[in-house]
């Protein structure tokens, strides 16, 4: 069993930075893939990032088009994931999810391949 706890969020203007973090605990963390999704407020939960597993496929990124250049992704050998998150908008507002999964390449995008998730941090950007 995989526990995942995020932290970072808050509220910055836009064109601003945060640094989103995921911590986990139990399981292989070296053995997952890793992502990050958000939700904003009446709308479904999107993907943002992924990062693959080292041992699988050598830590490979995959970015939505919305954050690509923007956000940056990357994850340590001591059970950490982060998001860097630069040149916010208002539109990046949402509840960011961390998750954790066995993957398949391709499949990174789908949050119904990820078996674990956090509980969620608080994103707000300002204009």
């Known amino acids: 069993q995989v526990q995942l706890v995020e932290s970072g969020g808050g509220l910055v203007q836009a064109g601003g930075s945060l640094r989103l973090s995921c911590a986990a605990s139990?399981?292989?963390?070296?053995?997952?893939?890793m992502g990050w999704f958000r939700q904003a407020p009446g709308k479904e939960r999107e993907f943002v990032a992924a990062i693959a597993a080292i041992r699988w496929n050598g830590g490979s990124t995959s970015y939505a088009d919305s954050v690509k250049g923007r956000f940056t992704i990357s994850r340590d050998n001591a059970k950490n994931t982060d998001l860097q998150m630069n040149s916010l908008k208002p539109e990046d507002t949402a509840v960011y999810y961390c998750?954790?999964?066995?993957?398949?390449?391709?499949?990174?995008?789908?949050?119904?391949?990820?078996?674990?998730w956090g509980q969620g941090t608080q994103v707000t950007v300002s204009s």
């Open positions: 998750a954790a999964g066995v993957v398949t390449i391709g499949n990174s995008q789908r949050e119904d391949k990820y078996k674990y």
């Open positions: 139990g399981g292989t963390f070296s053995s997952y893939d």
